[in-house]
């Protein structure tokens, strides 16, 4: 893959994932909170918000695994999943990151 192709695909999936963000958001913030559904499942589960989003980035990181193995056999996955799974899982580290920030500042 030439440069300019990679870069058009970075800044493409980038896209994706700021645009999933700002929809997401409106599901899952309560009180102008974006991390509320990780803080709650924390609460709910008694783990710090960090781990309560670990175990729920895992079910995206076993699917990206199925997708590797699926590949290792010859199978090519469909495009559609490949990228929900591509920008569910950057979304999660960007989501990941904000909860370290906000422990960091409080």
């Given at each position: 893959m030439n440069h300019e192709t990679f870069c058009a695909l970075a800044a493409k999936r980038f896209q994706a994932c700021q645009d999933i963000l700002n929809m997401k958001s409106k599901e899952y913030s309560r009180d102008e909170d974006k991390l509320h559904n990780f803080k709650l499942a924390g609460q709910m589960s008694g783990w710090p918000p960090e781990v309560a989003l670990a175990g729920m980035k895992l079910k995206h990181d076993v699917s990206i695994a199925d997708i590797v193995r699926d590949i290792y056999n010859g199978i090519l996955p469909d495009e559609a999943l490949l990228s929900e799974k591509i920008?569910?899982?950057?979304?999660?580290?960007v989501l990941l990151e904000a909860l370290i920030t906000e422990?960091?500042?409080a």
């Open positions: 920008t569910d899982s950057i979304n999660y580290l422990r960091r500042q």
